[in-house]
């Protein structure tokens, strides 16, 4: 964690350390009540159906720039082929790229996939590793996948930053960053540990729902007066 502290500069918490937390913690019961009834993200429902660390890996890395039913399917028709990663690794790549397209990128993350499950395989005797940093040591695993399997699968603590995260707390001015490692780490400053593990799926669900990225509903959404609307050009 030392290294995350001294990733964060005083100007990517441009409130200040204490205003920032207190205004971040404050809106996460509002956030709570505003998608209350939404649907779960694909890969958050599969880590509450299977509890299995492989598959929530697998499902994050085919879930980046594709839509959650695509992710959700794509997911099922490959864990029928392959439940575990000597199942996977043994499909070549062409096959891997057939099962999950049409995910984004599918190609590539066929290629990370199978490098993946051989790494399980060889370096972690077929399990998942359980820390961030081992994470980062398998192909097409960055910092969003690593710290959606370590508080998914493992109910450990970490903070995943997708594109809604990272573009709605710059937008409630929490935080002023540039990219979603630099949001993690300022977050990882201000956001109590007792929210780190649910608020992806809180703004992910909320940014869909409401702050979404062209023309926000500001008119319905229950935190607007605490929003200082950075970068919002038209409101709904």
Known sequence: MARGREKVKDEHIPLGR????????????ALRGAVRGEKAPSVTEISQSTRSPFKVLVSTVIS??????????????????????????????????????????????????????RKLVSDFGGDVPGSIDELLTLPGVGRKTANLVVTLAFG?????????????????????TSNPEQ?????????????????????????????TPVSPRCSVCPIEEKCMKVGVERTR
């Open 64 to 117: 980046a720039r594709t839509k959650d039913e695509v992710t959700a399917a794509a997911s099922a028709r490959l864990f029928a082929r392959a439940p575990d990663p000597k199942k996977l690794a043994r499909l070549s790549e062409k096959e891997i790229a057939k099962i999950i397209y049409p995910a984004g990128f599918f190609r590539t993350k066929a290629r990370n996939l199978r490098a993946l499950a």
């Open 18 to 29: 204490q205003k920032a937390s207190r205004l971040l913690n404050g809106i996460v019961p």
């Open 183 to 211: 949001t993690e780490f300022a977050l990882r400053e201000v956001l109590r540990k007792e929210h780190w593990i649910e608020i992806n799926d809180l703004l992910v669900m909320f940014g869909k729902k409401i702050c």
């Open 156 to 176: 450990d603590y970490g903070i995943c930053v997708d594109t809604h995260v990272h573009r709605i707390v710059n937008r409630l001015g929490v935080v002023r």
